[in-house]
């Protein structure tokens, strides 16, 4: 009896939790497949579900969305560079902290956490004045670099991480066979940091793809922004069309999120390990 | 963690082990140079255009403001905390070995996954006044209308509270997950033959392992709610009457009103709620990282 009154406790509890994450997200669901007659008529499930919003959209036949192509495009131009970028980047800084132990090195961890600890938000305002002093306001690779500020940090520390428990002895033997620093890099390192590389990747680039507030101040003109931006342009005006902001979200959220799931073995692993140490 | 202070090379290795030196001096710098330019000179540059101080009577002056640093500290102190509390109890429902409970777990995820823009909007049209289907439900149950919702300040901000914590509530959750599952099996066994209730193995088992990850964690997330733009700007856009504003999305206020010393200055006046909660981080995981 105590045993089924607990799994009851269990049952009771999923369905809150349930209907707490899905109601926001059933909600896009719903708007992006109803016409805009029946959107609001606040049932569970439309009369008539359409696809025609996803229509309108590919077609770029609304306003909103003229230029739907080439902002999706920017996204996805400035999410894999900021990813390619912050993999570079990070994985050469991580190698060189830990492996090389570079003088200063640890000076350099520190400053980046240093980042890492500053609000996104606070740090927007003074990255905007710089981006105007560099002439970089409405090219992509402002957003591109100040995401790789952004998500430096984060990657370094956690391949530091992930790179202190690879076994000294490795590089000794390298050494002892003459190896140079790059053939440890290519041959040694590279290889048995994948996992954490992967997931270092992904995280930089769901950060640049996801990012709204660093797009909105950074671009501006129709033709350069990404699509977040562009989303935020549909609540502009009072009569904007819910059913189509609701589809091109859906558009716009389905990607991360089929990447987060594809990656959440080593997302989960690895990214939740380096975000607190206890 | 695997520390070799200064291995002892013999001297003919020298040239060795400068070249090893060069080389990490060469893969270090792309970082450096992203950090000087990205972080040191924008830093400076906006703390030297914060530098007047007729830039802060302005901004003191603004009625805005107080409301603001208000707002902003109702919002770390109960939304964060409130966030940790759930977060605390969901993950004690997580850790139970059921293949549903498995995949509600992969569910539950969702919000963190999914961009913001799309939910937040998501969030903000149900609760609209006269379409919503919140208030079209309440329509339909009492024949009344619902409240004003994202018009009423209080119930606003609350709401950009509980988006707040929608987002980030499973990423925590995680944390804590995986802190309770690092606890030995044996010690709530242990615990069980000497009839412990559930409170207190929780109270003498998984709190004592889990106090530190939770401290820690919370003053991490202090940090990013601090910064956190979204909840509240594409919530209520600050809204209404600018009586629902953050710190955070109040600087970006001023920079698109074209006033960054204003911007910068609501930036200094929250450092001190930001300095410590950064010391506190730094000085912790610098520690971690020395053992």
Not at chain 1, 43 to 68: C, M, Q, S
Not at chain 1, 108 to 130: D, E, G
Not at chain 2, 33 to 38: N, Q
């Amino acid at each position: 009896m105590r045993r089924f009154t607990r799994e009851a406790g269990l049952w009771l509890l999923a369905i809150p939790i349930l209907l707490w994450t899905l109601l926001p997200i059933y909600h896009i669901f719903l708007f992006s497949i109803s016409s805009k007659d029946s959107a609001f008529s606040g049932a569970l499930w439309p009369d008539k579900p359409t696809l025609r919003n996803f229509g309108t959209i590919v077609r770029e036949e609304h306003f909103y969305l003229h230029h739907f192509w080439v902002q999706i495009w920017n996204s996805l131009w400035i999410a894999v560079a900021a990813g390619a970028l912050t993999l570079a980047i990070a994985t050469c800084a991580a190698f060189a902290i830990s492996r090389l132990k570079v003088r200063g090195g640890r000076t350099v961890m520190n400053l980046a956490l240093f980042t890492y600890f500053i609000p996104a938000a606070f740090l927007a305002i003074p990255m905007y004045k710089a981006m105007g002093a560099y002439e970089l306001l409405n090219s992509r690779w402002s957003l591109v670099l100040a995401m790789v500020t952004l998500a430096a940090p984060y990657a370094i520390w956690v391949l530091k991480q992930a790179s202190d428990k690879l076994p000294y002895e490795l590089d000794e033997a390298a050494r002892m066979d003459g190896a140079t620093p790059l053939q440890l890099f290519r041959l040694v390192y590279l290889p048995l940091m994948t996992p954490s590389l992967v997931a270092i990747g992904t995280y930089a680039l769901l950060l640049a793809w996801n990012e709204y507030l660093y797009a909105y101040l950074l671009l501006s003109h129709e033709q350069t922004i990404t699509l977040a931006v562009a989303l935020g342009h549909f609540i502009s005006a009072d009569d904007s069309p819910w059913e189509l902001l609701m589809a091109t979200g859906l558009v716009y959220a389905l990607p991360p999120a089929a990447i987060y799931y594809a990656f959440r073995r080593y997302m989960v692993g690895g990214l939740t390990a380096g975000a607190v140490k206890a | 963690m695997i520390a070799v202070p200064g291995i002892a090379l013999p001297r003919s290795r020298f040239a060795f082990k400068s070249s090893w030196q060069t080389w990490g001096a060469i893969m270090i710098a792309p970082y450096l140079l992203v950090f000087l330019a990205f972080v040191l000179y924008p830093v400076s540059y906006g703390l030297w255009l914060a530098r007047d101080p007729a830039s802060y009577a302005r901004l003191f002056a603004d009625p805005i403001f107080a409301r603001t640093v208000v707002n902003t500290v109702v919002f770390l102190l109960i939304a964060v905390n409130l966030k940790f509390l759930l977060a605390l109890w969901l993950s004690g429902f997580f850790v139970h070995e059921r293949i549903w409970i498995r995949w509600l777990s992969i569910v539950f995820l969702l919000p963190w996954a999914v961009p913001s823009i799309p939910t937040i909007f998501s969030i903000r049209f149900m609760f609209n006044p006269e379409w919503g289907v919140i208030n079209s439900v309440i329509f339909r149950l009492t024949a009344h209308d619902g409240p004003n919702w994202l018009n009423d300040p209080r119930i606003g901000l609350g709401l950009a509270m509980l988006t707040h914590i929608w987002k980030s509530l499973p990423f925590w959750t995680l944390i804590l997950i995986a802190g309770r599952l690092a606890i030995p099996r044996e010690q709530y066994e242990a615990a069980s033959v000497d009839g412990a209730s559930a409170w207190q193995k929780f109270r003498y088992v998984s709190w004592p392992s889990l106090r530190t990850l939770y401290l820690t964690s919370t003053i991490l997330s202090m940090i990013w709610t601090l910064g956190d733009f979204n909840s509240v700007y594409l919530l209520t856009g600050g809204g209404p009457a600018d009586l629902t504003h953050v710190l955070a999305t109040l600087g970006i206020r001023y920079i698109r009103l074209d006033q960054v010393d204003l911007a910068m200055a609501t930036i200094v006046c929250a450092m001190p709620l930001v300095l410590p909660l950064m010391w506190f981080m730094m000085k912790n995981l610098s520690r971690g990282d020395r053992q």
